[in-house]
């Protein structure tokens, strides 16, 4: 159907009545002239878990954010009720957490627990109204409300809930009185989402909840969403834990739509949505097959087009066109005349009417799109065949104080090298020393000198630039020179209509994309990356895996993406310890 939830043939939905808790009717989004999407139609029941896909800037944090209550859909609504008509709690995630910076680690977590509180407080009041009157319904009624409220938000072993919740996320070793303005950003990714799970939402929306998570923390995460009590939706680039958590997929790209219901504009934009019950890695088959049958149908329908219009110039005429009556009379010629006008014109018009349905039935062309140009785009041969030195780094007991522990390793021209170890040992910190933009505090590191060595750090800075547009933030990054010799459409990673917007109004991931051909736009000897998967798109994560092993330099990485780490053919280098 155009618009709304597609049903898609040959997959299997639930008979099971459920009551919804979450359901989108008809719901649009523009931003000014900027249409993110138009048309979304879709239910969650209690306890399904949606996975939400699409490219950078398809929409889906926007989706999120209307799901919230923090933006208003253009058309459509938003229904978020219980079966008794009460408006239900909405937890959501942002990738940029907020706080207020003064506060402490020990008040956020508080903070988090007061509705658990509350209700403890409400269990207890309705027990002592009802000891004093048991014969009384009302008091009944309360007590009972109370303590289906209590259990179903687990307002028991309150304390012990939060030790395990920050444990489980890897932030048992913070320091409670310590305020939110010295944590680290992954610290605070981490305290958010503590904070988000120790509330107990009724509804769960989570917008890159995997990224500054370990495989500890990963683990956490999932055993706690697979038992979460109400409806669930994850905007997430970690495939993995796409394909272990949800058991729906929701994809915003666009999919097949007729000419009569394209928007005006020329940018491809979302028109509903396309539903699919089961996991990332089967909805991968089922997209593949889908763009393909999409491709063929189109080009059949072109070929009918033009078969259609052809036939129309064709007949213009009936039987020979030399051909001529028996009889030179002139109201023969005039009848033979007429007749031949009449079919010519009954022809042309069913023509002309089977075009003109065909053109309008006619499928949208397939979008073609955005395809990343590796890693090496800028790279010469010449440049990638240059002889480099054996080694590009050897260091022997390095550390920095607090924040790396002693280690040693050589890296050699042409490495690929994958870091990996949990949270807080010291991957950041030493991507940056080997960068030098941090020097170690004791032990012994030698760079050669005469390679170069840049790096993608993970999170995008753009500040007082972010009210330029991508192209002019680009030129000034890249300088206009080397802008004119490999231009911001070079890399495949920004469309032509989003080079024109300001970055404010870029998604995360698409300022994470431009941050990336700025890092390319120089050849660089040494490739530092770090954790270069978060905030991309799930294609573009794909492509980016596939560009690494073509890199002809030496490329570092460090990731807890466990689809990259588990198909990763190059170096390792763990770090076990945590810095005291």
């Known amino acids: 159907m155009p618009g709304g939830e597609r049903q898609l043939t040959g997959i299997i939905v639930s008979s099971t009545q459920r009551f919804t808790h979450l359901k989108v009717s008809g719901i649009s989004k523009s931003f000014g002239h900027h249409r993110v999407f138009t048309d979304i139609s879709f239910s969650v029941a209690q306890r399904e878990r949606v996975g939400v896909i699409g490219e950078n ?18 058309t459509g609504s938003v229904e978020t009720l219980t079966s008794g008509g009460e408006a239900l ?165 666009p999919a097949p739509q007729t000419v009569a219901a394209q928007l005006p504009d020329e940018t491809p934009v979302s028109v509903g949505v396309t539903r699919f019950s089961g996991s990332y890695s089967e909805y991968l088959r089922f997209r593949q097959q889908a763009r393909q049958r999409w491709e063929h149908q189109y080009r059949r329908e ?3 087009l033009k078969r259609l219009r052809t036939a129309i110039e064709h007949s213009q005429t009936v039987g020979h066109s030399d051909w001529k009556p028996r009889t030179e009379s002139r109201s023969a010629k005039k009848f033979y005349a007429d007749r031949n006008a009449k079919v010519v014109s009954r022809r ?74 949990a949270n807080g040992t010291g991957k950041s910190t030493l991507l940056q020393v080997l960068a030098g933009e941090l020097l170690p505090t004791h032990g012994q590191l030698e760079r050669t000198e005469e390679l170069t060595y840049r790096i993608l750090r993970q999170e995008s800075t753009w500040g007082e630039q972010a009210d330029l547009t991508a192209r002019v933030g680009y030129e000034q990054a890249v300088g206009i020179d080397r802008a004119d010799t490999l231009p911001l459409a070079t890399y495949g990673l920004l469309s032509p209509q989003d080079e024109h917007r300001p970055i404010a109004t870029l998604s995360v991931g698409q300022q994470r994309r431009l941050d990336l051909a700025v890092l390319l736009a120089h050849p660089t000897d040494v490739l530092l990356l770090d954790e270069p998967t978060n905030h991309l798109s799930l294609l573009l994560v794909t492509e980016l895996e596939l560009s690494l092993g073509k890199y002809p330099g030496t490329v570092i990485v460090a990731t807890h993406d466990r689809w990259l780490r588990e198909r990763w053919h190059g170096k390792q280098l763990h770090l076990h310890t945590k810095p005291l």
Not at 62 to 69: N, Q
Not at 401 to 416: N, V
Request: with cysteine; net charge negative; aromatic share 4%.
């Open 348 to 421: 042309v018009n069913d023509a002309r009417t089977r075009l003109a349905e065909a053109e309008r039935r006619q499928l949208v062309q397939p979008p073609s799109p955005l395809t990343f140009q590796g890693l090496d785009i800028a790279t010469t041969e010449t440049q990638a065949q240059k002889p480099g030195p054996e080694w590009v780094v050897r260091a022997k007991n390095i550390g920095v104080a607090s924040r790396l522990q002693p280690i040693s390793f050589t890296i050699e021209t042409g490495d690929h090298l994958l870091l990996t170890g």
């Open 302 to 304: 072109q070929d009918e």
């Open 57 to 74: 800037g398809s929409g889906k944090s926007t989706l999120l954010r209307l799901l919230a209550g923090e933006l208003t859909p253009d």
């Open 89 to 253: 709690n909405v937890g959501f995630l942002r990738q940029q957490p907020q706080f207020i910076e003064s506060h402490t680690v020990a008040e956020v977590l508080e903070h988090s627990v007061q509705r658990l509180r509350c209700a403890q407080v409400d269990v207890e009041a309705a027990a002592q109204a009802f000891a004093v009157a048991p014969e009384q319904s009302r008091a009944m009624n309360r007590y009972v409300t109370a303590l289906d409220t209590a259990e179903l938000l687990g307002a028991w072993d309150i304390d012990s809930r939060i030790e395990t919740t920050v444990h489980g996320l890897g932030l048992g070793d913070l320091i409670r009185h310590h305020t939110v303005a010295n944590l680290s950003g992954g610290q605070r990714a981490r305290l958010a989402l503590a904070s988000l799970l120790l509330s107990r939402p009724d509804i769960l929306l989570l917008d890159e909840p995997t990224n500054h998570l370990d495989d500890e923390a990963l683990a956490y995460l999932t055993a706690v969403l697979t038992a979460w009590h109400g409806p669930v939706m994850i905007v997430s680039h970690d495939r993995a834990f796409l394909d272990e958590t949800v058991d729906s997929i929701l994809d915003l790209d």
